[in-house]
Every structure is written in C-alpha cells, then in structure tokens.
C-alpha cells in the first residue's frame, strides 16, 4: 500500500554492530544525570523518553499495522489520570500497584473502543480515534469533581521508588525518575522490537500491505488488528504512568487534539514503521517545542506548515533522509 | 419556561436548527470525499473560517444577508487556493498522507484565525427585524432561528436542485460513481476535483455564517463542528447523501435533549450513540456507506 514506509531486515535479535550502538547509547543517557547535574536537562531528557516511548507505541500502529490514531495521547492521559487517582485516593505509597493500575485500566478502556474501530475501514478508524479522543478529553475537562477539570490533577503524593526493597529515590527527585524512565522505556523498546518482529509483527505488516490477500490467506484481520491496537494502547498507559510519576501533574491539555498532533509529528519526523525513528523524532520535536513555545504565541500556524511541508516534502522523516543519501553516494 | 408543550416545541425546533447547521457541513465533507477521495479534517476549520467572514463582513456595515452571500465566496476563494497547491500534488498518494495532511492544515487555518482575529469570542450583529421573537404553541420562539430552518432548507433545495438538474450536477454525480468513465467522456478530472473542494467551502461558509449569530464565535467552533460532522456522516454511512439527511437530523435531536437534560457531557451521549450504531451497522443507517 506504502512505498514509502522504510521495510526493515527481519533478524529478531540485534545484529554486533547494532547492540554495540544501543549500549553506547544507553550507557550516555545513564550516565548523563550525573555528568550534567543541571535540572531543567534532567527533565527535558525525561520528557523526551516518555514522548519517545507514546511515540514508538503509535509507530506500532501506524508503521506496521497501517492504522492511523489522531489522538494516542489520550491513551497516556486516561493511564496518567488512573495513576494520579489511585496515588490520591486509594494508597499514597504503593507506587508499582497504582502503574499496574494504570496500565490495566488503559486496557480496559482501549479494549472496547478498538473493538468497535476494527469492525470498519481504515479511514473510519481514523475517524473515530479522532472522535473517541475528543469524547475522553471533554469527559476529563468537565468531569470537574473527579479530575479537576481545567485545573488539572493536583496533590500527588512523593511515593518511593524501590525495587525489590532497595530503595533509588522517590518520585519527585528528577534523577531518580529519569534512571527509572530510561530503565522502563529501554526494556519497553526491546520487548517491542521482538514482538514486531516475531511471525505476529509480520501478519501485521501482511494486513498493512494488503488487507484483503492477508483475509484470503486466512488471517483474521479483525482480531489481529485489534491485538495491534492493544499493543500500541497498553505502551501509551506505561508512558502514562512514567508521565504522571515525572509530572507529578496532569492537566487536559496533555489530552487535546493539539497535543495528539504533536505525537503524529514526532511519527512523522522520525520516520515511521522504524520504531526507533519516533524515539528521535521525539527528541527533535520536544526540543524545538521548548525552543519555539518561548518565542511565539502562534505556534500552532508553525506546527501547521512543518506537518504540511513533511508530508509533502519528507514522507519517510529523518531516518528516510539517512536512507536516501545513501543511495544517492551510490549513485 | 411554560408548560411541557412549549418546552417540547423549543427541543423539537432547536434539534431541527442544529440537524440543519450539522447537515450543511457535513453533505460538504460528504462531496468532497465522494469526488475527490480526500477526507478533510480542515473543514471544521474553514467553517470557522466562514464564521469570523461573516462577523467581518457584518462589522464593517454590510447587512447581515449580504454576509451570508459574501462570506462563503471567501471561504471558497480560500479553499481554492488550499486545493491548488497543497490538496492536489498529494492526490495520488495513500490515504493516511492526505489525513495528516488535512490535519496540519486544520492547526494551520486555527492558528491563522487566532493571529487574524484574535482569541476572545465574536459577536454577529443581528437586523432588528429578526431578533424579536414570535409565540409557537405557548413558547416565545426567536425570528432569527426560524430564518436559519428557512435558509438551511432553500440551500439543501438548492442543492438537491443542481446536483440533479444542471449539466455540472449531473457531472458531480457521474464522476462519484464511476470516475474512469467519465474522465474517458471527456471531461478533466481537475476541475471536477477543483469544483467539488470548492462546492465544500461553500456550504462551509454558508454553515458558518448562519451558525455564527446562534452561539459565539470563537477559535474552537471548527473543531466542535468537525467531530459533530463526521458524528454524522460515520452514522449515515460515509460518502451517503440521504443517509447524511437522516443522521444530521438524528444527531442534531439526540444532541438538544442531551444538552437539555445533562449538559456538560452532552456530547459523550452523541460518541455513545455513534459507537453504538458503528457496532451493529458497520456501514451506517442505510446500508450504503463506502469504508475503505
């Protein structure tokens, strides 16, 4: 269906030189915090995982199933609200139960809004996560007793941050977060790259490709599109609850349609169908974000004309744009 | 408020209002994905668009009827120039493109409303011989909303009337059917892509400028709109002209009762309602819808 969305090699393992650059890589981003003991580089790195990870689980959906979500942030807000309000009102310490909390009851409510959103076509699909978003949105923004509505979720609690009884830190200690950040997201990566490329990565790449040849050969592609939704949505509630933890607050905002086409920038500008391309994408979008927001009110007009020149210009994003000078110096 | 009566006359007439702004817009989101195959998400944005022409066009002096002619000939001038350059070159390309496409677009045109007009709410001056109001079966009924029920008809008979009646309707509607064959009589492809965008902007720019006086105009009206209007055309059936009609009017009274009775959510009533039909009638009420 695509020609321009980048196949990647089948290997389900990392190939020496590939593992060699993903140590590298982790290893700088942990050791980052203690070099660079800024805060505010701390917190912008953090941010940049968290959205990297919503990012990647979109990238399931968009790159290998074919699926457009409009509005995947929601999925990381209806988990980051379900967090906050376990830490609330529930038990103020038990900071591993309320993220499987969380996550849980993202499943939960993605499951029989993407039962629905499979039983049509792809442009419906398109259309209705656009519409389920705005439906989650309203409900937080005017669901005032529950959520705080416009003020957002206020009074988190500070829990402890321990992992089988050795304690890192706590919640509120930006080091200790990020060390917790890269951990999950690192694993979420590796696990969702095995997963993509396992024989269930490759039906979902069969139904992109072609939906009604990948029926005939006998896969049912309701079913497995919906497992690809489950996927992508059970992803965006584990950065749902990285994010509230990050936060400590949680606002509507962070559940807008303006926000859902950030993380579809992210896709876009990472390259999609890659799933480490959005994690760049991430990090290219939340720095310009941080740098833009502070020099004009009218970022909107600017994010309007990037999305357009992207998808005119640059459809496979920057990890498309290391593929193409490469067979240009091949000639 | 009187008794049960005339509150029943205000939810029926209000629903038939609001069925007939949500009609408006979505039969031009309906046109311009049947011809062209390009759902767009800017659409809500270019209602809005109409909306604050209209407010313009009425503060500078003009009457507010000459508004409702004029601001969609803006609205079209604009949607023509967005076809031309950014809407055309991506035809060819997968669906999902042109969907992110429409969507920056949609942030472009709000973000270029808000610099244009600002962010604090607009008001349409009305003609002092539509703000009174007229006794309907016990209720005090506005003049200004029974202009609007006049309006939308005549435009949706308008419409009915030149998609059937002249040689460019008759063409509109061949080439929804069976493109190929159309193109092989002769006709070129762009300019029917060309007139359906446009016709879209147009029916635009008529709903947003009779939905203007009706709330407030502010940045967000396009948005709002934009989910109503695929609410509709998901329930009639997608690229469905007589499944809009009903959906629209459906929509419009679920939407009144529910903002009647609960009003904060009253939306969420409107997704519930829509999932539920998506559930057991993929293809919307009438069985016709074309989901690709």
Known sequence: MDKHLTIPDKQPGFSLPTFVVIMIIIAGLAVFPFVITNRFYISLINEMLIYGLLAMSLDVLLGFTGLLSFMHNAYLGISAYAVGLFLIHVSPASLWLACLTGVFFTALVA??????????????????????GMMFHTIVWKWYGLTGGDDGLM????PAISIFGWEIGHSGDPTAMYLLTLVVVTICYILTRRIIRSPFGAVLEAIRENEERAAFVGINVRMYKLLGWMLACTLAGVAGALFILYKGYIGPTTMSAFAGAGVLMMVLLGGMGTLWGPLVGAAIFIYIQDYISTMSEHWEIYLGIVVVFLVLFMPTGFVGLGGYLKRLKRG | MGGSLSTAVDIILNSLVLGGVFLIVAIGLNIIYGLSRVMNLAHGSLYAVGAYAGYSIVAIGFNYFAAILLAPVYVAAVGLVLERTIIAPMRKRSMIYTLILTYGLMFFLDGMIKYIWGNEPRFIELPAMIQATVPILGTQYPVFRLVMLLITAAVMTGLMLFLNKTKIGIILRASSTIPEMVSCLGVNMKYVHMGAFVLGCVLAGIAGTIAGPLTTIDPLMGHEMLISSFVVIVI???GSLRGAVIAALLVGAVQTLAEFFITDLAMVIVYMLMALILAFMPRGLLGEGKFE
């Open chain 1, 111 to 132: 499951l029989p809004v993407g039962w629905v959103q499979v039983r049509t076509g792809g442009l419906a699909f398109a259309l209705l996560t656009l519409a389920f």
């Open chain 2, 236 to 238: 009639g059936g997608l």
């Open chain 1, 155 to 158: 009074g988190m609690p500070n």
